[in-house]
RNA sequence: GGAGGAAUGGCAGAGUGGUUUAAUGCACCGGUCUUGAAAACCGACGUGUCGAAAGGCACCGGGGGUUCGAAUCCCUCUUCCUCCGCCA
């Protein structure tokens, strides 16, 4: 959510970040400001009748202590007064306040100032290709879904008896292989200095609230009813979370956090070629980072994520190129993101495998996520990114690396596979 | 799931209807003293909001109520503790 005094004080800018994202939000913007003035207007009011009140009734205390019942009847009478017009001024303060929220909650975050303007992927802006020539895999080479069944690495069938479409179960060594990125992308987040957190996968309302998935994106979260509670679509809900109302010291910044999740989205109405495969499921293993840091580095910190996740991607040796979003195709909460996608030969199309993203404010206002700066208390900036997703990744193993001889595995993954190629099955 | 107890500032802990602008201690910060430090002493010391400022208002787990007036009384929810039950 976005600050009042953002657009009050920086309302140029404000409506030109905006426009990047193809938002004319003038009209908004100003009805949010005659809203906020209302509000003041209201509350001083109200403070001023509530201030009459307390000194009328310290008034009434030292009138009966010295017996003067008269007086202080007379004074109850005007309290009584006071207390009708106050309770009249709150309603009026409290459907103000909700009006205000509620056409803020509107408002996406405001693009920092290098995102590119656009509509759609389209527009996406290519911050780092991929050096060189694209691998290029002989005529047979297959896709994912049809490599899973000769390796023996997934089943969708399987998960359609258990619970339904879009939930692959892992099998044999295609569970292992699993377990071993999971690993290897823990081992190497927290050696970069981010400490490990196994949150829990279901989450309250406020929590949801905090990083901004409701009230935008409801009908992507499950939701068990019976319990008032929503299964994650990201560690990030729950790790941002962790730090929800803290006011920080200085010198705690900037926190570093990772962790590994599965991962749950409705997805709904998502059906055809573009989703077979592992390439869009319900649920999913996700290995998280997030960031709280100081304004003046968050984007500093936004740069180490990238570059982060980028080694990462080249101890798996697989190309990937590195996109700026622009503005229409930024997510709500978002300044700015780089999307980091995988190239899959055999479906010849890139495979996004990871989202990092800064925040900046939006997400630290609803959560009070503060620190003391030397000029006063000052929300944070929170970041995150995903390093990585494992099902995109998985694809692109299979797809990059077979061979005649088989899938053969990076050699950063000899270890946690115990093996160095994945054999056919069967 | 049942019975009982509890929730107050960074921490500990007073406070059961009216100068509570929440005592006191500890921690933290500034200062005096000291070659330096410790101790001692002095001072400052919550958050949000309105205001140029002075100052006002709100906040004692959340929400609601009683009252001229609520940390204090009532209702309700949540969480924690003790005991019982169930259970990986």
Redesign the pocket.
């Known amino acids: 959510m976005l600050l009042v005094h953002t657009l009050r004080d920086d309302r140029q800018r404000v409506l030109e970040g905006l426009r990047k994202r193809g938002i004319d939000a003038a009209i908004m913007v100003d009805r949010v400001v005659t809203l906020d003035d209302k509000r003041?207007e209201l509350?001083?009011s109200?403070?001023?009748l509530?201030?009459e009140?307390?000194?009328?009734?310290?008034e009434?205390?030292t009138l009966?202590k010295s017996g003067r019942k008269n007086e202080a009847n007379a004074l109850?009478e005007r309290?009584?007064e006071i207390?009708g017009a106050v309770a009249g001024a709150e309603d009026e303060l409290r459907a103000t306040l909700e009006e205000l929220e509620t056409t803020l909650l509107q408002l996406p975050n405001v693009p920092y100032h290098l995102v590119p303007a656009g509509s759609s992927a389209e527009d996406n802006e290519v911050y780092q290709d991929y050096p060189g020539e694209l691998p290029a895999l002989g005529p047979d080479a297959k896709p994912h879904w049809e490599l899973a069944e000769t390796y023996g690495i997934f089943s969708l069938e399987l998960g359609v008896r258990t619970t339904g479409s879009g939930f692959p179960v892992f099998t044999g060594q295609g569970a292992r292989l699993q377990r071993a990125l999971v690993n290897f992308f823990l081992d190497r987040n927290t050696a970069a200095g981010y400490t490990e957190y196994a949150p829990p996968l279901l989450v309250n309302e406020d929590t949801a609230r905090g990083t901004g998935q409701l009230p935008d994106k409801e009908g992507q979260m499950y939701y068990i009813t019976e319990d008032d509670l929503y299964l994650i679509p990201t560690a990030e809900v729950p790790l941002t979370n962790l730090y929800r109302g803290e006011?920080l010291d200085a010198d705690q910044l900037p926190i570093q956090l990772t962790g590994y999740t599965p991962c749950f989205r409705r997805e709904a109405g998502s059906y055809g070629a573009h989703v077979r495969g592992l390439n869009r499921v319900h649920q999913f293993d996700k290995v998280e980072i997030v960031q709280l840091a100081r304004p003046e580095e968050s984007y500093a910190k936004l740069d180490e994520m990238v570059a982060h996740v980028g080694g990462l991607l080249d101890a798996l040796e697989l190309p990937y190129r590195i996109l700026r979003l622009c503005g229409g195709d930024m997510g709500f909460t978002a300044a700015m993101t780089y999307d980091f996608e995988v190239w899959s030969a055999a479906q010849q199309r890139w495979l996004e495998v990871s989202s990092v993203s800064n925040f900046e404010t939006f997400q630290s206002n609803r959560l009070k996520l503060?620190y003391?700066a030397e000029q006063g208390?000052e929300l944070v900036h929170t970041l995150n990114g995903s390093a990585l997703a494992l099902p995109r990744i998985i694809a692109a193993l299979l797809e990059n690396k077979q061979t005649e001889q088989g899938i053969l595995l990076p050699e950063v993954l000899h270890s946690y596979v115990g093996k160095d190629r994945l054999d056919p099955v069967g």
């Open positions: 003041k509350q001083t109200n403070d001023t509530l201030a009140r307390n000194t009328l009734s310290t009434i205390g009966f109850r309290v009584n207390k006011l503060r003391r208390n």
